[in-house]
């Protein structure tokens, strides 16, 4: 199987398909305040960033969801909570232009 690797920006008519595939993430993830208000954005705000495999059918097989921030690349600049931290950086900067 040959895997075609796209963007959510290239491809946005995959936007619900990407929302529904099965997640492997705990529950847990996705239950509290920043992950509520913020991920589900990234698909608006950040559809470059978002990759979907698709196979030699067209049909979605796979998905990434990242987003960028900006980091210094030292350890101590990283953001103290976690991804939650990741997202509202990233959101923040994207807002500021950076």
Known sequence: MTLEVVSLAERPD??????????????FMLQDLVAEV???RIAVDFPEYQLLA???GGEL??????????????????PDLGWDGVLQRGS??????E
Do not use: K
């Open 14 to 27: 995959l936007t619900a398909a990407m929302w529904s595939m099965p997640s492997s993430w705990p529950r």
């Open 38 to 40: 913020l991920y589900r």
């Open 54 to 56: 698709l196979d030699d």
């Open 61 to 78: 097989v796979g998905r990434v969801n990242t987003i960028p921030f900006v980091w210094t690349g030292q350890d101590d600049d990283l």
């Open 92 to 97: 923040r900067d994207r807002e500021r232009g």
